[in-house]
């Protein structure tokens, strides 16, 4: 998993106020991955995992709420496309 001094690093946040907030945005990041079957308790997570929490991190920490007025659109080798090998099959 990605350490909070990795993901402030990531960000190029350097204030510690947003820690408690950035450390929720880690733990939202791997359970959402978790979710949606990525094993994230390998160590060490495969590079392209942890590129892939890396970007939902800073997604979600440069968008904070529920609602925008700006379009957001996936960039082009995006989250799906970076666990696609590492998500777990179903029948």
């Not at 106020?17 to 978790?34: G, K, P, T």
């Not at 968008?63 to 925008?68: S, V, Y």
């Amino acid at each position: 998993m990605v350490s909070l001094a990795d993901a402030k690093a990531y960000l190029r946040f350097t204030d510690d106020h947003e820690d408690d907030v950035i450390q929720r945005l880690i733990s939202a990041a791997s359970d959402h991955l978790s979710a949606v079957g990525v094993d994230m308790t390998v160590d060490p997570l495969p590079a392209s995992v942890e590129q892939a929490q890396y970007l939902l991190i800073g997604h979600f920490f440069e968008n904070r709420e529920a609602t925008c007025e700006v379009r957001i659109r996936e960039i082009a080798l995006g989250v799906d496309r970076l666990i696609a090998p590492y998500q777990e099959q179903g029948v």
